[in-house]
């Protein structure tokens, strides 16, 4: 018994049955066109409705943000060499934008007096809330004695 074959609707070439995707409804339990005439047709509706595939793709992401969180940090983990050379890439690409948000970021801490502003003037590891709550005290009693 050799490999059994099967045309395809769409390119019309005769490929092997390991060339067609399964289905339910198909005949034999196989798609009637092949994989690469399938993957050209997704290619072409992605073209085609780009702004449609964009919408359906945030709502999956967003009805499934567990998964996308655990298989972008899988990912991430997999390809730290390339990671690292992208953020570097941006980095160098986008310096003056990075400084004028941390500038943005810096100032707003300074005058909200944020758990992670006052943790970097700490720079300790393991800061208790108490020791964050009394240097917040400490930063506003000086800010009132300097007016």
């Known amino acids: 018994m050799g490999i059994e074959m ?4 769409k390119c019309k070439e005769t ?4 060339e067609f995707s399964k289905a339910k409804g198909g005949k034999g339990g196989l798609r009637s066109q ?9 290619a072409n509706y992605y073209a085609d409705n780009k702004e449609r595939a964009a919408v359906r793709s945030a709502k999956w992401q967003a009805n499934n943000k567990e ?7 899988k990912w991430q983990a997999n ?9 570097a890439k941006y980095r160098a ?5 990075i400084a004028a948000y941390q500038a943005k970021w810096q100032a707003n801490a300074r005058n909200t007096l944020t758990d992670n502003y006052i943790k970097s003037l700490i720079r300790l590891r393991e ?3 108490e020791l964050i709550e009394l240097k917040r005290i400490q930063i506003l009693i000086k800010r009132e004695l300097r007016k």
Do not use: F, G, H
């Open 79 to 87: 390809n730290k060499e390339w990671v690292a050379v992208r953020k």
């Open 34 to 42: 092949c994989r690469a005439c399938e993957a050209a047709r997704a």
């Open 93 to 97: 690409d986008n310096e003056e934008q």
């Open 15 to 18: 490929k092997a049955l390991a």
């Open 6 to 9: 099967k045309a395809c609707r």
């Open 127 to 129: 800061i208790p809330q």
């Open 67 to 73: 998964w996308v969180a655990t298989y972008n940090a």
